[in-house]
């Protein structure tokens, strides 16, 4: 099925660091989400993204909603221990406004 | 607790065995979703409920796979005839709504891991 290319598929960080990963597709969505997963549990919903350009900030987090419309970024600044987990984008098409097409998931290690 | 829960959390069955997968979604959420997430992979949607009827059931893998939902609320998803690559997480979300705005952002359950052995 569709799917959206993650990147990278893991990062290995001290802490204190910033983070960047993105995603891309060959389609336009029109909705762009970010997730974080722990161990056991659902992903949990960061920031949602509803229109091209939007720059939205939660905390230390901050994600894009690129021009295109076919790319996101999401941006950790000054990374914690509570910060590891795997991150996933999502996306909805103009199409399929329902359900959500997910990226394969950015795994972050912090080093202590 | 307020939020989507799932059961069984973990279930290990027989290769041909039939399951049942039970999702209780946030009260007074009308949409349903269900989602697989294999090892290491993303979440592949298999099928959407706005209320007890399913208009999209277009990611389920093949005809073993089913789901209903009564009453506007709980949820069920049934294998018939398990093989080993079912084995997965089955995750189930609830939304206030649906089509895409903020109301329709998709809260997630736990998960059921379904093992076949």
């Known amino acids: 099925g569709q799917q959206l290319n993650q990147s990278p598929q893991s990062m290995f960080i001290q802490e204190g660091e910033d983070v960047s990963m993105n995603c891309t597709s060959s389609?336009?969505?029109?909705?762009w989400l970010w997730y974080k997963q722990d161990p056991g549990e659902g992903p949990v919903l960061l920031i949602a993204?509803?229109?091209?350009?939007e720059l939205t900030s939660n905390g230390r987090l901050t994600a894009q909603f690129g021009i295109t419309r076919k790319d996101s970024f999401l941006n950790i600044s000054a990374s914690i221990p509570s910060d590891v987990g795997i991150y996933f984008c999502?996306?909805?098409?103009?199409?399929?406004?329902?359900?959500?097409?997910f990226g394969q998931g950015t795994r972050l290690t912090i080093n202590p | 607790g307020a939020g989507v829960s799932q059961s069984p959390s973990n279930k290990v069955t027989e290769k041909g065995k039939d399951v049942e997968l039970r999702c209780d979604p946030i009260?007074?959420?009308?949409?349903l979703y269900w989602y697989r997430q294999s090892l290491g992979q993303g979440l592949e949607f298999l099928i959407y409920?706005?209320?007890?009827?399913?208009?999209?059931k277009s990611g389920l893998p093949s005809d073993r796979f089913s789901a209903e939902r009564t009453g506007g609320s709980v949820s069920t998803l049934t294998i018939q005839r398990t093989q080993q690559e079912d084995s997965a997480v089955y995750l189930c979300?609830?939304?206030?709504?649906?089509?895409?705005?903020?109301?329709?952002?998709?809260?997630f359950g736990p998960g059921t891991r379904l093992t076949v052995l």
């Open positions: 409920f706005q209320g007890n009827s399913a208009p999209d």
């Open positions: 009260s007074g959420h009308t949409a």
């Open positions: 389609s336009i969505f029109n909705t």
């Open positions: 993204l509803y229109k091209a350009g």
């Open positions: 979300a609830s939304s206030l709504a649906s089509g895409g705005a903020v109301a329709d952002t998709q809260y």
């Open positions: 999502a996306g909805r098409t103009i199409q399929g406004a329902q359900k959500l097409v």
